[in-house]
């Protein structure tokens, strides 16, 4: 046996003891949970960072991180730092990140400005926190894993810091840093009757351009997502590497998922599933996230897709085709760069077919934003918006010029994707 072939079998094998030892993990937790007392209907989410009753009040600790900011800035080296001191003291946690760090440290980097931006807001906060937290599972990442990070990030503030460090600086930090934790550990533990994720089966994989695919996989267990919703994927030849990608259909009988994927950069998970992959091919795929279609509202939909964008509004569109709130209709604007970018475009067109409730427009001249923003009067109806964060802005810019309430627009929250 050569190397390449005695490396892959020692990290499969790695591999399946590690998750062989989460699902025990996972056992446990359930089980010391349903033999636990049972706790009021509001659970822990009157915790503050601490476990005391009372929520967190993170103004005081908004102004102190915001007053010193500078003293640590730019947060990608107070990052560096941290990631330092962490596999350095622990270097058994480096194997569940992947082996590119640069992703992760931007995506951290996003996550502190996040933070820092909402502390003022700690109940909203929350609860994108506990989502974050409950997709974290399939990383493997445990409480005991969060002491090592609080520890790493200590030793970095005081490094950026330096003579000018102070306690007030350090405890405002680590103080939102528990707040964060102690609603995250909350969301995976509200989580623990699901897996961590999903095995899924390549069915289907179709180049529909040089740079784009469309892929179908089947779960083996049903995937409990809504249409509108996105997950995270993992490919077999980046362990630890998860991408975010929108289901292209509402959920199925068959667990059959679909997904829109293109290419932007040479590498990574999106190169691999576009170039690397092919039926039956297996992925693994995190739990379900986002809230693009709110329930309740039965107002007339406005769905605006640029680019791979589409695949959401896909499954919007299927899902209301079998559960469509009597009178609704439902306008999609679909924006490329040219028609051959209409990538999908035979599939909407069956998907129009025979529902006179629904009005397809494709834009392959000029701004999608202006064309959408001309096209009607879209005061009294709920938005939905995807596609590149440059599109996004524009179409809800003039959207809201136009009249339409910001609280009508609504946008996939792409900071924790």
Same mark, same amino acid.
């Given at each position: 046996?050569?190397?390449?072939?005695?490396?892959?079998?020692?990290?499969?094998?790695?591999?399946?003891? !590690?998750?062989?030892? /989460?699902?025990?993990?996972?056992?446990?937790?359930?089980?010391?949970?349903?033999?636990?007392?049972?706790?009021?209907?509001?659970? &822990?989410?009157?915790?503050?960072? !601490?476990?005391? %009753?009372?929520?967190?009040?993170?103004?005081?600790? $908004?102004?102190?991180?915001?007053?010193?900011?500078?003293? /640590?800035?730019?947060?990608?080296?107070?990052?560096?730092?941290?990631?330092?001191?962490?596999?350095?003291?622990?270097?058994?946690?480096?194997?569940?990140?992947?082996?590119?760090?640069?992703?992760? $440290?931007?995506?951290?980097?996003?996550?502190?400005?996040?933070?820092?931006?909402?502390?003022?807001?700690?109940?909203?906060?929350?609860?994108?926190?506990?989502?974050?937290?409950?997709?974290?599972?399939?990383?493997?990442?445990?409480?005991?894993?969060?002491?090592?990070?609080?520890?790493?990030?200590?030793?970095?503030?005081?490094?950026?810091?330096?003579?000018?460090?102070? %306690?007030?600086?350090?405890?405002?930090?680590?103080?939102?840093?528990?707040?964060?934790?102690?609603?995250?550990?909350?969301?995976?533990?509200?989580?623990?009757? %699901?897996?961590?994720?999903?095995?899924?089966?390549?069915?289907?994989?179709?180049?529909?351009?040089?740079?784009?695919?469309?892929?179908?996989?089947?779960?083996?267990?049903?995937?409990? !997502?809504?249409?509108?919703? !996105?997950?995270?994927?993992?490919?077999?030849?980046?362990?630890?590497?998860?991408?975010?990608?929108?289901?292209?259909?509402?959920?199925?009988? &068959?667990?059959?998922?679909?997904?829109?994927?293109?290419?932007?950069?040479?590498?990574?998970?999106?190169?691999?599933?576009?170039?690397?992959?092919?039926?039956?091919?297996?992925?693994?795929?995190?739990?379900?996230?986002?809230?693009?279609?709110?329930?309740?509202?039965?107002? &007339?939909?406005?769905?605006?897709?640029?680019?791979?964008?589409?695949?959401?509004?896909?499954?919007?569109?299927?899902?209301?085709?079998?559960?469509?709130?009597?009178?609704?209709?439902?306008?999609?604007?679909?924006?490329?760069?040219?028609?051959?970018?209409?990538?999908?475009?035979?599939?909407?067109?069956?998907?129009?077919?025979?529902?006179?409730?629904?009005?397809?427009?494709?834009?392959?001249?000029? %701004?999608?934003?202006?064309?959408?923003?001309?096209?009607?009067?879209?005061?009294?109806?709920?938005?939905?918006?995807?596609?590149?964060?440059?599109?996004?802005?524009?179409?809800?810019?003039?959207?809201?010029?136009?009249?339409?309430?910001?609280?009508?627009?609504?946008?996939?929250?792409?900071?924790?994707?």
């Amino acid at each position: 046996m050569d190397n390449s072939s005695s490396m892959s079998t020692g990290t499969a094998t790695a591999t399946a003891e !590690y998750d062989r030892l /989460i699902a025990r993990h996972h056992a446990m937790r359930l089980r010391r949970q349903l033999l636990a007392p049972s706790t009021s209907a509001g659970g &822990d989410l009157g915790c503050n960072a !601490y476990g005391e %009753e009372g929520g967190y009040d993170g103004a005081a600790d $908004q102004h102190v991180i915001r007053r010193d900011l500078d003293l /640590i800035s730019p947060l990608a080296d107070l990052i560096d730092h941290l990631y330092a001191v962490m596999f350095s003291h622990r270097p058994y946690l480096r194997p569940l990140f992947p082996a590119s760090m640069e992703f992760q $440290q931007l995506h951290l980097e996003r996550i502190f400005h996040h933070l820092i931006d909402h502390l003022d807001r700690p109940a909203e906060l929350e609860q994108t926190l506990r989502q974050l937290g409950r997709d974290h599972r399939k990383l493997g990442v445990r409480p005991v894993h969060y002491e090592a990070f609080e520890e790493a990030l200590c030793a970095a503030v005081r490094h950026r810091a330096g003579e000018r460090w102070t %306690e007030e600086l350090e405890g405002a930090w680590v103080r939102m840093l528990r707040f964060a934790v102690g609603a995250m550990v909350a969301g995976a533990d509200s989580a623990l009757t %699901e897996p961590p994720y999903w095995h899924a089966v390549v069915t289907g994989h179709e180049r529909r351009r040089p740079d784009l695919a469309v892929l179908r996989v089947r779960t083996g267990e049903p995937y409990p !997502y809504r249409a509108g919703q !996105y997950g995270t994927v993992e490919h077999p030849a980046l362990p630890h590497t998860w991408r975010q990608y929108s289901m292209g259909c509402a959920p199925r009988a &068959d667990n059959e998922l679909e997904f829109h994927v293109r290419r932007t950069a040479p590498g990574g998970v999106s190169a691999a599933l576009v170039e690397h992959t092919g039926v039956g091919d297996r992925l693994r795929l995190g739990p379900p996230r986002g809230s693009l279609l709110p329930d309740g509202d039965a107002r &007339d939909l406005l769905l605006v897709a640029g680019g791979t964008g589409l695949a959401p509004m896909k499954a919007i569109i299927e899902q209301q085709t079998a559960h469509r709130p009597t009178g609704r209709r439902v306008h999609l604007f679909v924006g490329a760069r040219d028609r051959r970018d209409l990538y999908d475009w035979q599939s909407l067109s069956e998907l129009g077919l025979h529902k006179p409730w629904l009005t397809v427009t494709p834009v392959t001249v000029g %701004e999608l934003a202006d064309a959408v923003a001309t096209a009607g009067d879209w005061r009294e109806h709920l938005a939905c918006v995807t596609g590149p964060a440059g599109m996004v802005g524009s179409v809800r810019t003039r959207l809201t010029a136009a009249g339409l309430p910001s609280a009508q627009v609504r946008f996939d929250q792409a900071l924790f994707r």
